[in-house]
């Protein structure tokens, strides 16, 4: 098969699986970003505001309809780990329609340990659950996102499965309804109360610029990245799955505090509606640790505001200053960071040329993700790398990343 040199590596690896393992060629090709958030660290679910940006490495998926009435994925990059349904070696079936529904309930798919099966089934779920049809598929599933890691691969293979299933369903959603369809194969079928930045973020990126999402009016404005600068992703090898971790607390944390404070500011929604005045006022009603996790949503949610005005004004020290504080409260406040990640953000901190770094997406292990002058990589890269061993006996993964456009769809 001959390919457009556009096509990347990896999507062209996603093509020629395909047409080995089905025997045909696929018939479209979806392409969904991870993301970094620099500023912004749970807030999303309080309706807070975000500074996302998708990235330069990305989910595939090369799909074509499927003859009989069950979808066939074969994952590329994944070890099985024995799915709920017929899966085997990195390959699994599900029937979708009309048997899904019955087969794959939220309640079955709830069980922690994950498995990459319950992403694509999810969206199945959730696109049947709304009226939409999931036709069954062939599909190829690969991808250069560290898995697990806090750059948002999960929400980046709900995404591509989406705009499968939208080619294939033959239907049109506008971005934000996919993006709302996607965070709900977190909430209402893994179980997850995560918000709504990362599936917004791989399918909202602009090519150089962050978003600054208000995640109670789901409007953006892209803020560009400065020239000169460079994004180092460190990944600490660390793994927990949002199921399984202490993730579902914090919401729960956050609407506890709301309820409380609500008794003397009638009328609040959630902790964004909180000014810093107020906190300071009513923070003694609060027990710990809701004081703290309110604390830490009222400071970040201002400090994202002041962070995007500080990038638009070109201030880089401002604005990484702002992304250490907001690390410092993600460890201090909000208890999401552990010491693997507070060990490569400190080396960040004191290396030559690191404006800020922070942990990345929810914490609890993945990565620490460095803002960095471009002239300075390779000495900060040293720098996370060196302390990290001298600590962990290992040296974390480490990679440059560049912030590039949002999902697309490509008929081939
Ligand atoms: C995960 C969730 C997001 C967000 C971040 C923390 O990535 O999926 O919705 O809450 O954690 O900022």
Redesign the pocket.
């Given at each position: 098969m001959a390919f457009s040199p556009i096509l990347s590596k990896t999507a062209q690896r996603a093509c020629s699986s395909f047409a080995q393992r089905f025997g045909r060629e696929p018939k479209w090709l979806a392409r969904a970003p991870g993301?970094v958030?620099l500023l912004?660290?749970?807030?999303?679910?309080s309706d807070g505001w975000?500074l996302p940006g998708a990235i330069d490495r990305s989910v595939w998926v090369a799909a074509a309809p499927a003859s009989g009435d069950t979808t066939t994925i074969l994952a590329l990059d994944l070890e099985d780990e024995g799915g709920f349904l017929d899966s085997a070696g990195g390959q699994a079936r599900f029937a979708t329609v009309p048997a899904l529904p019955s087969l794959l309930t939220p309640e079955k798919a709830h069980r922690p340990p994950l498995t990459w099966l319950d992403y694509p089934a999810g969206v199945s779920w959730v696109l049947t659950h709304a009226g939409l049809s999931a036709p069954p598929l062939d599909a190829v599933l690969t991808g250069d996102i560290p898995i697990g890691a806090?750059v948002?691969s999960?929400?980046a293979v709900e995404v591509a499965f989406l705009l499968a299933w939208q080619a294939a369903g033959e239907f049109e959603l506008e971005r934000l309804q996919m993006a709302r369809l996607a965070?709900r194969v977190?909430n209402d079928y893994l179980g997850?109360g995560?918000?709504?930045?990362?599936?917004y973020a791989s399918l909202h990126g602009r090519d150089g610029h962050l978003l600054l999402l208000d995640c109670r009016t789901l409007e953006s404005q892209p803020v560009p990245v400065a020239g000169g600068t460079a994004l180092l992703v460190a990944d600490s090898g660390i793994r927990r799955q949002?199921v399984d971790s202490d993730?579902n607390d914090?919401?729960r944390e956050c609407a506890e505090a709301t309820a409380l404070l609500r008794h003397r500011l009638p009328g609040l929604r959630t902790l964004r509606d909180v000014g810093l005045e107020d906190l300071e006022q009513f923070e003694a009603i609060l027990p710990e640790p809701l004081a703290r996790r309110a604390r830490h949503v009222v400071e970040e949610c201002a400090r994202v505001l002041a962070g995007a005005n500080a990038l638009r004004q070109d201030d880089l020290v401002t604005f990484g200053n702002l992304i250490r504080a907001s690390h410092e409260s993600s460890r201090d406040l909000y208890d999401?960071s552990i010491p693997a990640l507070d060990t490569l953000a400190e080396a960040a901190w004191s290396a030559e040329g690191c404006y800020g770094a922070r942990l990345?997406?929810?914490?609890f292990g993945g990565c620490v993700t460095a803002f960095v002058d471009e002239a300075a990589i390779d000495g900060v890269s040293t720098a996370m790398d060196e302390a990290f061993e001298r600590r962990f006996g290992r040296r974390p993964e480490t990679f440059v990343c560049r912030i590039g456009d949002g999902a697309r769809l490509v008929h081939l």
């Open positions: 993301r958030n912004g660290a749970h807030v999303d679910y975000v806090g948002s999960s929400a965070r977190e997850v995560s918000g709504i930045m990362d599936q949002l993730y914090r919401p999401v990345s997406g929810a914490g």
